[in-house]
């Protein structure tokens, strides 16, 4: 799937056509600074009934959200300088324990995921839109 927005309201479109594609427990957000990751993470976890306050994780590496349908797990790797670092905050556990977990910055930890089921959402900036793809 393939989307181009220059609006931000235009991520609930994003979000419409997406959630219903969205049947692996793991999503990797992929962008530069500023893209839209955690922007679009606000609009999915609001359409997955989530009351709570959605931040980005930068410092935090993790944060914790919950929804009907079970917990959501927020990540931001980017600071992680390699895959020891991403083992030490628990990844594995997270995942085992979650309904949903959504990693910015997934490349230090990208490799480890061959085998199991994940989406992936790449989030470009243009000059006059973001281009949005979704696997």
């Not at 793991?26 to 600074?33: E, S, T, Y």
């Not at 009351?51 to 929804?67: A, K, L, R």
């Amino acid at each position: 799937m393939n989307f181009s927005i220059t609006r931000l309201e235009d991520w609930q479109q994003v979000v419409d056509k997406i959630l219903p594609q969205l049947q692996h427990p793991i999503l990797l957000l992929k962008g530069n600074l500023g893209a839209g990751k955690t922007t679009f993470t606000q609009f999915l976890l609001k359409n997955l009934g989530s009351t709570d306050e959605v931040n980005s994780p930068t410092y935090s590496i993790v944060n914790e959200y919950t929804s009907p349908k079970g917990k959501i797990f927020h990540f931001d790797l980017y600071r992680l300088k390699d895959l020891d670092e991403v083992y030490d905050i628990g990844i594995e556990e997270y995942i085992d324990n979650a309904y949903l977990c959504i990693i910015e910055w997934p490349e230090v930890y990208e490799e480890e995921l061959y085998g199991m089921k994940f989406h992936t959402m790449n989030i470009i900036n243009s000059e006059t839109a973001r281009e949005i793809s979704f696997e």
